[in-house]
């Protein structure tokens, strides 16, 4: 990504697909989940513009597991109000239930979580995330969710 610039209509359609996740209060303690996140190329830009530092993946921890550069050496998300799709839908998707008790007033579907989530990719280049066939969503929900709790 060598010039990230999104026009103001592309961060608002980004921003109204943010508004479409229900709040979930954090509690701040899904820290562990915040490695290997995927993103939107817009999310990517529209990160990288308001920080001013593109995402990056380090090891801080003896496992070596990639952790997001955006945590704060106390596990807290140094971007929480810009933070990607992804990680907005922690705790707010029935399938992607935050395990600490942070609940949202309602739960979204595991197929309008993936709408979002395609919609947020095509924003910028008109590129899809996922592109899972229509009754896949639950297994792939599924599997994140395993993937995320080991």
């Known amino acids: 990504m060598d010039d990230p610039k999104l026009t103001a209509a592309q961060i608002r359609k980004l921003e ?3 508004a479409q996740v229900p ?6 303690k899904c820290f562990n989940s915040c490695s290997g996140i995927g993103m939107a190329p817009a999310e990517r830009d529209y990160i990288t513009e308001r920080t001013g530092k593109p995402l990056r993946m380090i090891s801080l921890k003896r496992d070596h597991i ?4 955006y945590l ?8 929480y109000p810009l933070r990607p799709l992804i990680c907005r839908l922690w705790g707010a998707v029935t399938d992607l239930q935050c395990p600490y008790g942070c ?3 309602k739960y979204l579907t595991p197929r309008k979580a993936r709408r979002l989530i395609e919609a947020a990719a095509e924003i910028v280049r008109g590129e899809t995330v996922l592109n899972i066939p229509d009754g896949l969503e639950e297994s792939v929900w599924r599997r994140l969710k ?3 709790e080991a």
């Open 103 to 105: 609940r949202p007033a």
């Open 72 to 79: 704060s050496l106390e596990n807290r998300c140094t971007i």
């Open 23 to 28: 709040k979930v209060p954090c509690k701040g």
């Open 146 to 148: 395993e993937v995320t």
């Open 16 to 18: 109204a697909i943010y």
């Open 66 to 69: 990639p952790r997001c550069g």
